[in-house]
């Protein structure tokens, strides 16, 4: 009996925790906080170690350990709401209308800080779809939403994230004329 | 229309597909027309190359941040603590008692609806289709499509089959057979699954089927029954193209619909706002002067 656990727990660690970088980085960013990622990860290992006799091996195990951490971020947003407000999309839409150059020389910080800025459904679909290269239909399933949202999301996400990077490029004093040159 | 408002236009189209060029999202065909136009178009090499840059200095950003070897632990500590719980002979026992028990009180309860169903309660595609059957409010015509769409499409798996051009034509009949090749032409990326006609509570639809990976497309097509779309209809009223299209969308599904003086035509798919009214605007004024020449 000893050996069968033994063996379960193998299966599970060599199936899960190569993604366990990937499942940090992804909780990291959408709560900004180090402590609150690890515990919401810790979290979906646990549920992802019990619900584990449903894992069909030689499916993408990343992706099913995506779509739980969601839901478990999704459990936590509920209590997160409930004391912050968030944008709504008519906001939002003034802020994208004009579509700035994207400097060269970014420092990783200033990426992240401006990344941090965007309201989190765009942000959620950004990182999936850019960071961890998720297609749009695994997007949507790990998220829930219908595949016309994902693009939407993608499209609007990534024109906030360059209004706010093109903030971080002028800091710098690389204007909106010479960004897109990147000092040539 | 000067070349100049035409290339303007042309790169506004262009652009809505680099998003998705980008993440490699798009058609083969799609890809071509996109890369054609790259080659001749610097303002939109340009917009992909800063779109393609945000990408990668984003995904350096992030990408290195790591988990701690402290939380690598944790995890594996919860595991084995979980596993050796339910492997306890004590909890083990009781698990699969608990596991019996609640086995037979789902058989009980299943049969029991089973029984109450197939005696007197509607049949299962019945409840399956009021169940998926979405209605968008303040759109009583729009709603004529999509209810086509949800259920010949989406619920009876429609979407999922396959016809050859001949069988379309086969099914579709004499009279709208030339809807075939016309809707191959103007929706570019999507394939053509099925064209035949069909019937929704006492109407009689042609209904041609698109897609593209999961993106579902319906061009539905129907007789009037007195209905026409109203002036102050709530709904959006576009004139973009050259004839006047209605749109609304539900949380799942987008509509745009299109009159002449028999007929009511609606494209019905999965696809975004944006890439609704793009496919609409090049089929349904070619659709149009079909059925136009169809009344004549």
């Given at each position: 009996m000893k050996f069968r656990r033994n063996a379960k727990i193998d299966d599970f660690e060599s199936a899960a925790m190569p993604h366990i970088d990937a499942l940090y980085r992804a909780a990291a960013r959408v709560t900004g906080?180090?402590?609150?990622?690890?515990?919401?990860?810790q979290e979906t290992y646990l549920q992802a170690w019990k619900s584990f006799h449903r894992f069909q091996p030689g499916t993408n195990c990343r992706a099913?350990?995506?779509?739980?951490?969601?839901?478990?971020?999704?459990?936590?947003r509920r209590k997160w709401y409930s004391s912050r407000g968030h944008e709504t999309d008519e906001l939002l839409e003034q802020t994208v209308a004009y579509q700035p150059p994207v400097a060269q020389h970014l420092k990783d910080e200033d990426v992240l800080a401006a990344f941090d800025k965007i309201p989190q459904q765009y942000r959620d679909v950004v990182l999936l779809a850019d960071v961890e290269a998720?297609?749009?239909?695994?997007?949507?399933?790990?998220?829930?939403?219908?595949?016309?949202?994902?693009?939407?999301?993608?499209?609007?996400?990534?024109?906030?994230?360059?209004?706010?990077?093109?903030?971080f490029?002028?800091?710098?004093?690389?204007?909106?004329?010479?960004?897109?040159?990147?000092?040539? | 229309m000067s070349v100049l408002e035409f290339e303007q236009g042309y790169c506004k189209r262009i652009r809505v597909y680099l998003d998705s060029y980008v993440n490699n999202e798009l058609m083969v065909e799609t890809t071509h027309e996109v890369l054609r136009h790259l080659d001749g178009c610097e303002a939109c090499a340009a917009e992909l190359e800063a779109k393609t840059r945000m990408k990668n200095v984003l995904q350096n950003a992030v990408m290195r941040n790591g988990a701690s070897a402290e939380l690598r632990e944790r995890i594996k500590h919860d595991v084995r603590r979980d596993a050796a719980a339910w492997w306890s002979p004590r909890t083990h026992v009781m698990q699969w008692?608990?596991?019996?028990?609640?086995?037979?009180?789902?058989?009980?309860?299943?049969?029991?609806?089973?029984?109450?169903?197939?005696?007197?309660?509607?049949?299962?595609r019945q409840a399956e289709a009021a169940l998926l059957?979405?209605?968008?409010?303040?759109?009583?015509?729009?709603?004529?499509?999509?209810?086509?769409?949800?259920?010949?499409?989406?619920?009876?798996?429609?979407?999922?089959?396959?016809?050859?051009?001949?069988?379309?034509a086969e099914r579709l009949g004499s009279d709208y057979e030339g809807l075939v090749p016309i809707v191959r032409e103007k929706a570019a990326g999507f394939e053509m699954m099925m064209g035949h006609r069909c019937r929704l509570e006492n109407r009689e639809f042609v209904h041609l089927i698109l897609r593209n990976r999961d993106r579902v497309c319906s061009l539905v097509i129907t007789k009037k029954n007195g209905e026409s779309f109203p002036a102050d209809q709530t709904a959006?009223?576009?004139?973009?193209t050259s004839i006047s299209t209605y749109r609304a969308r539900t949380r799942d599904y987008e509509v745009v619909g299109f009159e002449t003086r028999d007929y009511l035509g609606f494209v019905v798919s999965n696809l975004s706002t944006s890439e609704n009214r793009m496919l609409a605007s090049s089929l349904a004024p070619a659709v149009h002067d079909f059925l136009v020449k169809l009344e004549a």
């Open positions: 906080d180090r402590s609150e990622a690890e515990d919401l990860v099913w350990l995506f779509k739980i951490l969601f839901h478990v971020i999704q459990q936590h998720f297609s749009y239909k695994e997007i949507a399933e790990t998220l829930s939403i219908p595949l016309g949202t994902v693009m939407s999301r993608l499209s609007r996400g990534r024109k906030l994230l360059r209004s706010e990077l093109a903030g490029a002028e800091g710098y004093g690389i204007n909106k004329s010479n960004a897109n040159g990147g000092g040539k | 008692a608990l596991a019996v028990a609640a086995a037979l009180v789902l058989f009980v309860g299943g049969w029991s609806v089973l029984h109450s169903f197939s005696s007197r309660g509607p049949q299962p059957r979405a209605e968008i409010p303040n759109a009583e015509i729009l709603n004529i499509g999509l209810a086509d769409h949800i259920n010949c499409a989406v619920v009876h798996d429609q979407q999922d089959k396959r016809l050859t051009p001949e069988q379309m959006d009223i576009e004139q973009a």
